[in-house]
């Protein structure tokens, strides 16, 4: 069966520390992947999307890997913020069909001061 | 500027009773529209998508359904609610296949 999976125990790192986050999954051929940020009580909020041909992406502080033959992406928050506090969730756009995203259940990160 | 809206914010509800949430999509024109849906510690479970006036794609059989009577208006509905339709319902709409989604604040539905 199809299944994304992400560390449902929340991570708990200092601040200014670096927070990885993991996203693997299984019988999925996806076009490419993206990453969310989710507050309590609200929308996901869209961070970064990387393809199946690229190996890596970065925004300011946020650095994505993508290994499709791994089936694994990495999300890292460099220089970590309490801010930087909430769940994140990976998604995977499939490359058949209609380019529906199907989501991971989030890990949550907490940054402590 | 590309907005969404969504309401309301929380809803209350019996079993038994009708079910109406509201999403419009303001800036940006022909664009698909979802409908997640949230339990608690879960995953997003897309319930439904449309590519365009009328056309609605289901993704799980349930007792809810979906409508869009406008291009950018997307309606969740269901007739009767069951316990089990208690969640966190998300809209969302996406234009190209190369950007993320844009989801709306949304719906914090429990029956009762």
């Known amino acids: 069966s199809q299944k994304i999976e992400q560390n449902s125990e929340a991570l708990n790192i200092q601040e200014g520390k670096t927070a990885t986050l993991t996203c693997n999954y299984t019988?999925?051929?996806?076009?490419?992947l993206q990453w969310y940020r989710q507050d309590p009580g609200r929308g996901p909020v869209f961070l970064l999307l990387i393809r199946e041909n690229e190996k890596e992406k970065r925004k300011e502080r946020l650095k994505v890997t993508f290994d499709t033959t791994l089936k694994q992406s990495l999300f890292h928050i460099t220089a970590s913020q309490p801010a930087d506090s909430a769940t994140y969730l990976c998604a995977l756009r499939m490359n058949t069909g209609f380019q529906k995203l199907v989501f991971g259940t989030g890990t949550r990160l907490l940054v402590s001061p | 500027s590309q907005t969404i809206h969504q309401w309301p914010a929380t809803l209350v509800q019996p079993v038994g009773s009708p079910l109406s949430l509201e999403c419009t999509v303001e800036g940006t024109s022909n664009p698909n529209l979802y409908w997640y849906r949230q339990a608690a510690g879960r995953g997003l479970q897309l319930l439904f998508y449309s590519v365009g006036i009328g056309q609605i794609s289901s993704e799980v059989p349930q007792n809810l359904s979906a409508s869009r009577p406008q291009d950018r208006q997307f309606i969740l509905s269901s007739k009767k609610l069951l316990l089990s339709d208690s969640g966190f319902y998300l809209c969302?709409?996406?234009?190209?296949?190369?950007?993320?989604?844009?989801f709306g604040s949304g719906t914090r539905l429990t029956v009762v």
């Open positions: 969302a709409w996406s234009v190209e296949a190369n950007y993320g989604y844009t």
């Open positions: 019988n999925y051929s996806p076009a490419y």
